[in-house]
């Protein structure tokens, strides 16, 4: 979460009608859509590995990571490359597919307000904060907790760094 009293500055993104965001300092980039390499029986959410300059990269459905309907790639659909704190001094970089990006916004610290704990198709401990955007909403992700340890108890990142 931020510091007290400060702005924040966030990617925001569309997935469906939704609108969601990370910190600018966890987006390494944003990249047009690309098909990505299978991975034998990799979770449905997983599409793959992609090359970012080099480097294999984990390519992830956010929608359908998060419940939501999975959809077919659009000309608006992009890639966000995020680093993710690794098991070690390396962190784990994800392309997390989304609908579009919508823009780059900075939101006032009095725009910001804690994660409701009500449950619905998002757990609450996914989302970092929700932030107001005039009369509409937007989901600040936390995506090292969205990859964090596995309904199966399997920890996600460790199974990404080994696919890698």
């Known amino acids: 979460m931020t510091a007290a009293g400060q702005d ?8 469906g009608e939704e609108e969601f965001g990370l910190p600018v300092t966890s987006v390494r980039e944003i990249l047009d859509h690309r098909p990505a390499y299978r991975v034998p029986d990799a979770p449905s959410w997983f ?3 992609t090359d970012v300059r080099g480097l294999s990269v984990p390519m992830v459905d956010l929608r ?4 939501m309907m999975q959809s077919e790639p ?16 390396e962190p784990l970089s994800l392309g997390l597919v989304v609908d579009r ?7 006032a610290a009095d ?4 994660s409701p704990g ?9 989302i970092e904060a929700i932030l107001r955007r005039g009369a509409d909403f937007v989901a600040l992700l936390n995506v090292a907790r969205l990859f964090g340890a596995g ?13 890698a």
């Not at 725009?111 to 804690?114: L, P, T």
């Not at 309904?151 to 696919?163: N, V």
Request: glycine fraction near 12%; charge should be negative; aromatic fraction near 6%.
């Open 8 to 15: 924040i500055q966030v990617v925001v993104f569309g997935l």
């Open 111 to 114: 725009s910001v307000e804690a």
């Open 101 to 107: 990006v919508l823009d780059v916004s900075t939101f």
């Open 74 to 89: 659009t000309v608006a659909t992009r890639i966000l490359v995020v680093d993710l704190p690794g098991r070690g001094s």
């Open 64 to 67: 359908a990571r998060m419940g």
């Open 151 to 163: 309904d199966d108890g399997d920890d996600i990142i460790a199974s990404f760094a080994m696919a």
């Open 118 to 126: 009500i449950g619905g198709r998002w757990q609450s401990s996914q």
């Open 47 to 49: 599409l793959g590995l």
